[in-house]
């Protein structure tokens, strides 16, 4: 399937969640076999050319993306969370939201010295979620292989905010 067409599994949802914006619903792509696999084989080109070993899911659709990338690659998946969500040790990251401060974490065992991972997520929009998950990454000692998203946001410069790694999205607005 080509990438037209699963965008074309994306449905607009107007003034959701406030008036004002144009929401990108993915649940019409996820319930399509055909378009969720190809997605799925998209996402793991990237993996395949930034030689990504592990893949790091965002909390929380990044998590069916990365689950089924995971699987299909048989790698190693690794959950990113809002801060009291995982239940063993974590290392925590604080990031600036538009109006005020939020954190995130990963379990301390997920990320190993000089180990590549991709980062996924089904959006990028201003990139703040993802660049603090790869400084939670570098903190650690790990290494960003790339940045992967299904849908990309251009009109936000997520990619200006994230420059010091790789970005790969299979969708752009």
Not at 83 to 95: D, I
Not at 100 to 121: C, N, P, S
Request: include cysteine; aromatic fraction near 8%.
């Amino acid at each position: 399937m080509m990438l037209k067409d699963v965008q074309a599994l994306i449905r607009d949802v107007p003034d959701f969640p406030q008036p004002g914006i144009l929401f990108k619903d993915i649940t019409p792509l996820l319930a399509d076999p055909d378009g969720f696999a190809a997605v799925i084989d998209h996402l793991a080109d990237i993996a395949r050319s930034h030689s990504a070993e592990e893949i790091l899911g965002i909390e929380s659709r990044g998590f069916i993306f990365g689950a089924a990338l995971a699987s299909h690659m048989k790698l190693p998946l690794h959950l990113v969370r809002k801060k009291g969500k995982l239940p063993c040790a974590t290392a925590s990251v604080e990031y600036e939201l538009e109006y005020g401060v939020d954190h995130l974490e990963v379990h301390t065992d997920a990320i190993t010295r000089g180990t590549r991972y991709l980062i996924v997520d089904d959006l990028v929009a201003t990139g703040g979620t993802a660049e603090a998950t790869g400084k939670l990454v570098n903190q650690q000692g790990g290494h960003v292989a790339a940045y992967a998203f299904v849908i990309e946001l251009s009109f936000l410069n997520a990619r200006e905010r994230l420059s010091e790694w790789p970005v790969e999205s299979l969708i752009r607005y």
